[in-house]
């Protein structure tokens, strides 16, 4: 093989070994039950709210006496461990002799919700023992919402394994993803209110700019169409001077002043006993 092509199957091969590595670094996210055609459009709404979970990892212990003593590893949606690609969402590992159990893969998965919560269910587990018939495990999560919290609190609530089938292992958490959308506080009343008042305050400032730098107004003459406000601003003062005054307009005060001319009639009585008899 000449030298060109000995180079060139070279650069093919590790194209390709990079291309599988890529393939295999990626991480795998949630596979709902079922075609992928037939995934509803709330299903893949729900895994889009749960991807901000999915780089976060989530852990809890649990000791029952000297018999169990297990950890449980939980990822929203990703691998616990990526290298084993087992599709394990959610893994028991026990703490004495570090044996791990898968108890539910996320290949198959269902999610749905409510009004405040998602519930996430991972099953095709490993199979019980003398448990369940030996059907195969499932892990049900509960996300409940809780406002300002990515998420905390994340616990094994029961493990149900005394009954024939439908047996499953039962955690919960809280998430502000679970978290129905906060709807807006204003009122009818503010909405028209602040719509207002940004008219007004658009109408002042527009009307002020043009006056100035377009009409050359100075002074008072700035404020738009002043005249017609000073004009309208007369008019309610002589409409509220009409309806307000409860005396009419040239009727006498109630009152006598000092003036000069009472000062006169006073001194004019007083120099009455001056007269002649």
């Known amino acids: 093989m000449s030298s060109p092509c000995h180079t060139s199957a070279v650069l093919v091969v590790f194209m390709a070994l990079a291309v599988v590595g890529a393939e295999q670094s990626k991480e795998r996210s949630c596979d709902v039950i079922g075609d992928e055609s037939s995934e ?3 299903e893949r709404a729900l895994l889009k709210k749960l991807e901000p979970l999915s780089p976060m990892r989530f852990n809890v212990t ?3 006496g000297k018999t169990e003593n297990y950890i449980y590893h939980f990822r929203v949606c990703r691998e616990v461990n990526s290298t084993l690609h087992d599709f394990g969402g959610l893994v028991q590992t026990d703490r004495q002799n570090g044996k791990t159990t ?4 996320i290949n198959e998965t269902q999610v749905f919700n409510g009004s405040d919560w998602i519930m996430l269910i991972y099953k095709g587990g490993d199979s019980y023992g003398r448990h369940c018939s030996g059907e195969k495990r499932r892990a049900v999560i509960m ?5 300002g919290v990515t998420a905390s609190s994340f616990s094994i609530i029961s493990e149900e394994r005394e009954k024939e089938q439908e047996c499953f ?3 919960e958490m809280d998430s502000s993803v679970a978290c129905p959308a906060e709807d807006s506080h204003l009122s009818v ?14 109408y002042i400032i527009g009307g002020f700019l043009y006056q100035r730098l377009v009409v050359g107004a100075k002074g008072m003459e700035q404020f738009p169409h002043f005249a017609f406000w000073q004009d309208l601003g007369n008019l309610v003062a002589d409409g509220c001077d009409f309806v307000c005054r409860s005396k009419p307009r040239n009727a006498p005060a109630a009152y ?3 003036g000069d001319d009472q000062l006169g009639e006073e001194s004019e009585e007083r120099d009455d006993h001056l007269l002649p008899m």
């Open 40 to 42: 509803s459009q709330m």
């Open 189 to 202: 009343g503010s909405i028209l209110l602040i719509t207002f008042a940004s008219l007004i305050a658009v």
């Open 169 to 171: 292992y039962l955690f």
């Open 62 to 64: 649990v000791e029952k």
């Open 102 to 105: 898968v108890i539910g893969r």
């Open 256 to 258: 006598r002043g000092v």
């Open 143 to 147: 996300i409940s919402c809780k406002r």
